[in-house]
């Protein structure tokens, strides 16, 4: 594995006020992101020098005192964080669109501003959600396998066969902007009808596909391929469960790019295992990373990949400036170019 560092940057003599803007980062950023941050006069930078994850203790200590925090998902911003990082720390600016990892309310209390990263991940998370999709309908991890191990013996009528997108029903659990981009990469494959489910119905998000907003319920029994694209919140936590998977189509696929906690994991194995649906695709899972011998790892029709949705070395790269934008945006107390308003 390996070691991480905690790197510091910055001549520390430029002020906003009467404050050095000392921050901590929390992870190796791509360099674009890290150079935002170090061209800025007074900007003081400590940094986990690492791919891996800063540990807890580590992470304790390099948000003492600190005025701004560059994070990322992984990292568990909660009370004992804040309690550590003391009342100097004014903006938490997260590499990520999703939130989940922050205690809201905490930061809240203390009047903390967070920075957030929406929009310049979408179109990598949407191709990717589509590859997972064909990846499990058309069965290619599968058929990839079939090759290297010598099972491809000679074309056969009914061998390696999937379903196809052509004329099916495809469901969207959450049509924010992911959701969005996904039924529009889906649309030119033929898809016949998009259903979508959330919060409530979007008519103007929906106008694009002719999608119909449904309950969850009838969402499962009528789609061919469902997509979850939607937010980690209380409403949204286990919601894809038995119940769910019960009512789905044993010829359905099921895709998440979400969050692993929007699926209960174990019956989703249950209704594989028993071809109560016929594949999954997954980017997330709960734990990430997936132990090994994790029971889902043991199916032939479950793909699953190391939650990278928005990996594509562009995306990474603007995702890390606009972290940074945001961050020194918040410390100058400006208007952040995407700010979560609490």
């Known amino acids: 594995a390996a070691r991480g560092r905690c790197g510091g940057s910055g001549d520390g003599a430029g002020r906003f006020g009467d404050a050095v803007m000392a921050v901590f980062v929390t992870r190796?950023?791509?360099?674009?992101?890290?150079?935002?941050?170090?061209?800025?006069?007074?900007c003081r930078v400590q940094?986990?020098?690492?791919?891996?994850?800063?540990?807890?203790?580590?992470?304790?200590?390099?948000v003492a005192g600190k005025r701004g925090l560059l994070c990322l998902l992984s990292d568990h911003i909660d009370r004992e964080v804040l309690e550590a990082a003391g009342p100097n720390l004014k903006v938490i600016s997260t590499m990520?669109?999703?939130?989940?990892?922050?205690?809201?309310?905490?930061?809240?209390?203390?009047?903390?501003r967070v920075g957030y990263t929406p929009d310049v991940l979408t179109d990598a998370t949407a191709e990717l959600s589509v590859a997972l999709l064909l990846s499990a309908c058309r069965r290619l991890p599968e058929a990839?396998?079939?090759?290297k191990n010598g099972g491809w013996t000679t074309w056969k009528p009914l061998w390696m066969c999937g379903y196809g997108l052509s004329d099916s029903t495809v469901g969207i659990i959450?049509?924010?902007?992911?959701?969005?981009?996904?039924?529009?990469?889906?649309?030119?494959?033929?898809?016949?009808?998009?259903?979508?489910?959330?919060?409530?119905?979007k008519p103007e998000s929906g106008a694009e596909f002719e999608a119909e907003f449904v309950p969850l319920t009838r969402l499962a029994e009528e789609s061919d391929f469902v997509v979850v694209t939607c937010a980690l919140t209380p409403?949204?936590?286990?919601?894809?469960?038995?119940?769910?998977?019960?009512?789905?189509?044993?010829?359905?696929?099921?895709?998440?790019?979400?969050?692993?906690?929007v699926v209960n994991q174990e019956d989703l194995?249950?209704?594989?295992?028993?071809?109560?649906?016929?594949?999954?695709?997954?980017?997330?899972t709960t734990p990430e990373p997936l132990p090994t011998d994790h029971p889902l790892l043991s199916l032939k029709n479950c793909v699953i990949l190391p939650h990278i949705g928005?990996?594509?070395?562009?995306?990474?790269?603007?995702?890390?400036?606009?972290?940074?934008?945001?961050l020194l945006a918040g410390l100058r107390g400006e208007a952040m170019s995407h700010e979560l308003l609490l």
Not at 99 to 108: G, P, R, V
Not at 235 to 261: E, H, I, L
């Open 28 to 42: 190796r950023i791509p360099v674009e992101g890290l150079r935002v941050l170090s061209q800025v006069g007074g």
């Open 47 to 62: 940094q986990w020098d690492s791919e891996e994850p800063v540990p807890r203790a580590e992470l304790l200590a390099g």
């Open 96 to 112: 990520s669109v999703g939130f989940d990892h922050l205690a809201l309310e905490e930061i809240k209390k203390r009047g903390i």
């Open 144 to 147: 990839v396998e079939q090759v």
């Open 174 to 201: 959450g049509l924010g902007r992911i959701g969005q981009a996904v039924a529009r990469r889906l649309k030119p494959f033929g898809v016949k009808k998009f259903l979508y489910t959330g919060s409530g119905p």
């Open 235 to 261: 409403a949204t936590q286990g919601m894809c469960n038995k119940d769910f998977f019960t009512r789905m189509k044993k010829t359905s696929v099921f895709v998440n790019t979400s969050r692993g906690s």
């Open 269 to 284: 194995y249950n209704a594989l295992a028993h071809g109560q649906i016929a594949a999954a695709g997954l980017d997330v």
């Open 310 to 326: 928005s990996a594509t070395y562009a995306t990474r790269s603007t995702m890390a400036v606009l972290a940074a934008n945001n």
